[in-house]
């Protein structure tokens, strides 16, 4: 008869007692270290539902855990963590049934259908072999096949060694018993026949070892044997109680990040209640337990993978922003200070975790230095990056709110644009009275909605800021004018009552100027009626279309390229004109990873006679940003390359005519670092383009 | 009749030309009440610039010459000031509205309890009391102050280049009183004054500003710039191309995310006139446009437009001044 590991006695311990201590303590080790990571999430920070549309949740949670959507985009890291993950889902019903051994020995799980079992070993037995095939290739990937996105991590090493001891050490037992069970079994030859049949039926993988080993005594198969068994449980014991303390806490958290992840539209910042802020007298975050519990949860699950830099726009102009070091840093701050953290909240200890906390690092301009927080143009690259629902673009800013509202500490270009939005609604501080100069020059009246009257407006045409003043974006405000007046859709504009909407000052953290922009212009519309509004500025798009609502304003929002490409679709236009030009099309991150708007252009592109369409290899969703976003645009860019030009290398290199671009400030970046690298691709926007390829065009 | 008193700034012992403008402004202001004026100097070893007061017609001259003021201190420019006024006994105060004036003239009126009529364009005095414009909204309306009727003193700080800096017709008396301002008690120290780059003019104050953009070329191409500043005394500005392409320090830099300037002339040479640079520098009062490309937006906002080629057009200009100054 075979016994268990935990059947013998160890130095005249029971085996069984021995397992049950070992357990008690990862289990009482593993609650404590859990109670503290709870304890650290809920303490401090706004409140945040993360309940609602729970069914679209668990749908998240299933297609980007389960299924692991995002890890495929880079198929090697895909394969070889698909490989892990399935493994884990697998084995962690072994690790209970070997619990459950080592607490009632000789007995298997009780709930288990017949049958179930046997299907199982097959099923475990491939999944030791391919979860360590799965470790072989992370090791790879890490020291052989290297990405620039890993950094060299210690942590990553013992984990991924760790989890091959475990397969390794269950494979060992597991072939180690079944020889031993075969050298005791009873002299019954077709008894024995009928159990090696099985084993090799349902464990293959094992049986065969078991028959390599066969030839060892049974003493050493049960050394073997116990060995292994107590190292496997070991290990476990070890790698769960870890887990918490590295980056592989997303083993535990990535799941339910998931299911908490955001589910407004991505582009929409949060809105908070100005005056009650106020009151506090706290604006935005300075310290790391004031961010939400959410936000906390993305720090304890960010993996360090480094997919989010890997087209970050200030990674790659060599910045001190990376995404991923910044999500390092917020959860160094929140770890490093964790103990005092709790005892202040909990109001225990002696006055020396206040002490402490007064004496830590602080969070601006210790972990995190303000010219990291300044650097951020919210492309949302990283968001779209990250394989587990992590955000950032909500953290970078609500440091700027805080830098902004409280401090008074801000790049000094910043005031320049603050003041100009604030007195002339633009942040080019220009006369408002000349808003809507733009029109005067076209062929036909372009009415502003107060003159229109009671006529039937069908959509109010907002302009924006860059199409009402700087000289290329006028253009291209004349050429959707005439797009619409030649489709015959009756449209008005806002004329002097528009204003900015004031997306640059909210993604610089001036949330002050945001909200009273915004319920200036959403006051304004509503004044009108108005109900459907087309843009070409996709920083006007996003504001209008996903934050206006949080101030009243809810409207149907087309960007330009969207309306257009309709009205060629319905006939209402046609679009006869055009040489032949190959072009780039330059995705605008605000109308693209914002908002999902990718096809339009293209559609309308592809709608005009003579271009030929050559995709970027960055584009769409990889698509990279050109430097303004976040309130760049408005800010000097004075560490490492420059943005704007790095992305028109890129452009430069496809070797196109010319490029297109969906966006007034991609436009103006674009345009500059052509000047400046006396660059040959020549910008248009798509709705220059369609207007001139109107069967008459006024040039 | 009202005496006035006019807080005087010199700089490495030369009188500022915005305080000669206030002195001028004090005389005439004087002279309209019959009163008398008088002008406070703080400093070390400035009993030479004496002279100079007196021409501009004051018939007083306080001085405060002491070691320690050798450079700006708020507290001892002050004192001398406070000092002055309690000898001199004026109903009217001026300083220009200098970064220095704006220091000193609030801390004088607030020792004396009264307000500070700021960065006057006009200043005038009726039935005894001063009146004028400041403007408002970025200089797109005026308003118009007077001092409290109760006030004892009135202090107002004239903007500077708006008022004229010329001589009295006679000569003040000048007289010499030295001030004795006792132990000063001055707690925030000058320790020294760096200036950006020696010899030149900061674009942020300057009256004049000839800029280049990247129609220059390169930086071999600032003397050519440099040679009309000197003699237009402008100083030098940069749009930001060029600034970014490292021809010349970030000080330069004319526009949204440099410097927001409102000069009186504007000289543009080889500036395309993007917005960000438009932003900085469109609401100068006469802007002067110089560029080989006649669709270059700067045209749009330029009172004075000259479609050509920059290096024979600013040299010509130089000599052009020059001769005019001969």
Not at chain 1, 518 to 523: D, F, H, I
Request: glycine residues 10%; proline residues 5%.
């Amino acid at each position: 008869m075979t016994i268990t590991p935990v059947q013998a006695a160890y130095l005249g311990f029971p085996g069984t007692l021995l397992f049950a201590l070992l357990l008690l303590a990862a289990l009482v080790f593993f609650t404590y270290t859990a109670s503290r990571r709870i304890q650290l999430l809920t303490l401090g920070g706004a409140p945040e539902n993360r309940l609602d549309h729970p069914l679209a949740r668990l749908w998240n949670m299933l297609e980007y855990g389960f299924l692991q959507r995002k890890m495929f985009r880079d198929p090697y890291a895909g394969l070889y963590h698909a490989l892990i993950f399935s493994g884990f889902l697998v084995l962690l019903l072994r690790t209970l049934a070997l619990v459950f051994e080592g607490l009632f020995p000789g007995a298997g799980l009780p709930f288990l259908p017949a049958g179930f079992w046997e299907g199982y070993l097959l099923v475990k037995d491939l999944v030791l072999l391919t979860t360590f095939a799965g470790v072989v290739l992370a090791l790879a990937r890490r020291h052989v096949v290297k990405r620039e996105r890993l950094d060299p991590s210690f942590d990553a090493d013992l984990i991924l060694c760790l989890i091959g001891l475990l397969m390794v050490t269950d494979l060992g037992a597991g072939a180690a018993r079944m020889a031993l069970e075969a050298a005791n079994a009873p002299a019954n030859a077709a008894a024995l026949n009928a159990v090696l049949a099985g084993n090799a039926l349902w464990e293959p993988l094992t049986y065969s070892l078991s028959k390599n080993l066969s030839l060892l005594s049974s003493s050493s198969l049960q050394s073997i044997y116990f060995g292994c068994w107590w190292a496997h449980i070991v290990a476990i014991f070890v790698f769960g109680n870890y887990l918490p303390f590295a980056k592989h806490f997303h083993v535990i958290t990535a799941l339910p990040n998931l299911f908490f992840g955001k589910l407004e539209p991505a582009g929409k910042m949060a809105t908070f209640d100005i005056e009650k802020a106020a009151e506090a007298g706290t604006f935005g975050v300075s310290k790391v337990e004031d961010f939400t519990w959410k936000q906390k949860l993305d720090m304890f699950t960010c993996t360090e993978c480094g997919r989010c830099r890997e087209v970050c726009p200030t990674h790659l102009t060599g910045k001190p922003l990376t995404p991923k070091g910044f999500m390092v840093d917020l959860r160094g701050a929140l770890y490093t200070d964790a103990d005092a953290l709790i005892d202040v909240n909990a109001g225990r200890g002696d006055g020396s975790a206040e002490a402490a906390l007064l004496a830590r690092r602080p969070l601006i301009g210790g972990w995190i230095d303000e010219e990291t927080i300044w650097a951020c143009t919210t492309c949302r690259y990283c968001e779209h990056a990250c394989p587990v629902g992590i955000t950032y673009i909500d953290k970078i800013t609500d440091l700027r709110r805080h830098l902004v509202l409280e401090k008074s500490e801000f790049p000094k270009e910043a005031q320049t644009a603050f003041n100009g939005m604030e007195r002339q609604g633009n942040p080019w501080n220009l006369s408002a009275a000349d808003r809507g100069a733009w029109a005067k020059d076209l062929p036909f009246p372009v009415l502003t909605m107060a003159e229109a009257g009671d006529a039937r407006v069908e959509v109010l045409f907002w302009v924006g800021c860059a199409g009402s003043y700087e000289e290329r974006g006028k253009r291209v405000s004349r050429a959707l004018a005439l797009l619409l007046h030649e489709a015959g859709v009756t449209f008005a504009i806002l004329g002097t009552e528009e204003t900015c909407t004031g997306d640059a000052a909210r993604r610089l953290g001036n949330e002050y100027l945001f909200q009273t922009l915004a319920q200036q212009n959403v006051e304004t519309m509503k004044g009108y009626g108005v109900t459907k509004i087309v843009t070409n500025c996709p920083h006007c798009f996003n504001t209008l279309a996903n934050e206006y609502p949080d101030f009243g304003g809810k409207f149907e929002v087309m960007h330009g390229t969207q309306l257009v490409a309709r009205l060629v679709r319905e006939g209402r236009i046609s679009l006869v004109n055009g040489a032949p030009r190959s072009l780039s099309f330059h995705d605008p991150c605000y109308l693209g990873r914002h908002n999902g708007v990718y096809d339009a252009p293209r559609e309308l592109l592809n709608a005009i006679p003579g271009i030929a369409l050559k995709e970027l290899p960055r584009s769409r969703e990889n698509g990279m940003c050109c430097g303004a976003g976040g309130g760049r645009m408005w800010l000097e860019e004075k560490i490492g390359a420059r943005v704007n030009q790095a992305r028109f290398a890129e452009i430069e290199a496809n070797g196109t005519d010319a490029v297109g671009v969906s966006c007034p400030f991609c436009m103006v970046m674009l345009g500059n670092a052509k000047t400046e690298l006396s660059g040959k691709t020549e910008a248009f926007d798509v709705l220059e383009l369609a207007a001139q390829a109107l069967p008459v065009h006024p040039g | 009749m009202s005496n006035v008193l006019v807080f005087i700034e010199q700089r490495d012992g030369k009188i500022r030309k915005s305080s000669l403008e206030a002195l001028t402004l004090g005389h005439s202001l004087s002279k309209k009440t019959n009163g008398s004026l008088g002008a406070v100097i703080a400093g070390s070893g400035i009993s030479s610039l004496v002279g100079e007061l007196a021409a501009y017609g004051a018939s007083k001259v306080f001085v405060a010459d002491r070691p320690e003021l050798a450079l700006f201190s708020s507290e001892g420019y002050t004192a001398a000031l406070d000092a002055a006024a309690a000898a001199f006994g004026p109903s009217i105060v001026l300083a220009s509205a200098t970064a220095m004036g704006r220091d000193v003239a609030p801390r004088f009126a607030a020792r004396r309890g009264v307000s500070v009529l700021s960065d006057m364009m006009t200043l005038d005095v009726q039935n005894g009391r001063l009146v004028g414009e400041r403007p408002v909204y970025s200089g797109k309306a005026r308003v118009v102050v007077t001092p409290a009727p109760d006030a004892a003193i009135q202090v107002a700080t004239p903007r500077p280049n708006v008022f004229p800096a010329s001589k009295a017709d006679v000569a003040g008396a000048g007289e010499v009183v030295t001030l004795d301002l006792g132990t000063l008690k001055i707690r925030a120290k000058v320790v020294k004054v760096e200036a950006a780059e020696a010899g030149e003019i900061d674009v942020a104050e300057a009256d004049k500003i000839v800029s280049g953009g990247r129609g220059i070329k390169g930086p071999e191409s600032w003397p050519v710039l440099r040679a009309l500043c000197q003699e237009l005394g402008a100083a030098l500005g940069a749009s930001r191309a060029a600034v970014d392409a490292g021809w010349i320090g970030h000080e330069h830099q004319v526009g949204q995310t440099g410097k927001v300037v409102s000069p009186s002339l504007y000289i543009a040479c080889g500036v395309s006139g993007a917005i960000q640079h438009l932003a900085g520098m469109g609401s100068s009062k006469v802007i002067v446009a110089i560029n080989k490309d006649p669709e270059a937006p700067i045209f749009k906002v330029a009172t004075y437009g000259i479609v050509g080629d920059l290096f024979q057009i600013v040299p010509a200009m130089t000599e052009a001044a020059k001769k005019m100054k001969a």
